[in-house]
């Protein structure tokens, strides 16, 4: 059995327990392995080998296009998102079969020797939302997340900044 300020390893990779997690948040910024989660909501975020994130108040929404079809480049992808945002206590309304763009509350840094993987809960899969987004989390990634956010359902969803989506 590992001690509370050992993280369980696998090989080929490893995950690490709350108890790393909890000490790598402890440690100074400038430390080469400390993990940066901020607003930190509280212990209550913080599962046996996860963090729960939650959803913030910046979204990109789509716009219809003049144009039979999208040809993704650099160039005309901005042109195809219109920013919106939804102030703490609102909500975002997404209509059936769409998606848009949001972020995580959080800000996040990771350090060089650990990367994450974004996965949606199962509470939120009932709900018939996919959070669709490169799942993968770089070591020293610092930021927030980027979240496509799907509603798969045959009706319209509510999302609320600052819930929960997945961890």
Same mark, same amino acid.
């Given at each position: 059995?590992?001690?509370?300020?050992?993280?369980?390893?696998?090989?080929?990779?490893?995950?690490?327990?709350?108890?790393?997690?909890?000490?790598? +948040?402890?440690?100074?910024?400038?430390?080469?392995?400390?993990?940066?989660?901020?607003?930190?909501?509280?212990?209550?975020?913080?599962?046996?080998?996860?963090?729960?994130?939650?959803?913030?108040?910046?979204? +990109? +929404?789509?716009?219809?296009?003049?144009?039979?079809?999208?040809?993704?480049?650099?160039?005309?992808?901005?042109?195809?998102?219109?920013?919106?945002?939804?102030?703490?206590?609102?909500?975002?309304?997404?209509?059936?079969?769409?998606?848009?763009?949001?972020?995580?509350?959080?800000?996040?840094?990771?350090?060089?020797? +650990?990367?994450?993987?974004?996965?949606?809960?199962?509470?939120?899969?009932?709900?018939?939302?996919?959070?669709?987004?490169?799942?993968?989390?770089?070591?020293?990634?610092?930021?927030?997340?980027?979240?496509?956010?799907?509603?798969?359902?045959?009706?319209?969803?509510?999302?609320?900044?600052?819930?929960?989506?997945?961890?």
């Amino acid at each position: 059995m590992a001690s509370e300020n050992q993280s369980h390893t696998l090989p080929g990779g490893s995950i690490i327990s709350r108890p790393e997690i909890e000490r790598r +948040l402890g440690l100074p910024v400038t430390d080469d392995e400390s993990l940066v989660i901020t607003p930190m909501f509280g212990k209550e975020c913080l599962d046996a080998d996860s963090v729960d994130l939650r959803l913030g108040t910046h979204f +990109l +929404l789509p716009r219809l296009s003049q144009k039979p079809f999208l040809l993704p480049d650099k160039e005309s992808t901005g042109t195809f998102h219109s920013p919106f945002h939804v102030p703490l206590g609102k909500y975002l309304v997404v209509p059936a079969h769409q998606t848009v763009l949001g972020s995580t509350l959080e800000f996040i840094k990771l350090p060089y020797d +650990l990367s994450g993987e974004i996965l949606t809960k199962s509470s939120v899969a009932r709900t018939f939302i996919v959070i669709e987004t490169a799942p993968w989390i770089h070591p020293a990634y610092r930021g927030c997340l980027t979240l496509e956010i799907a509603n798969v359902s045959s009706t319209p969803i509510l999302l609320y900044p600052d819930g929960q989506l997945g961890n």
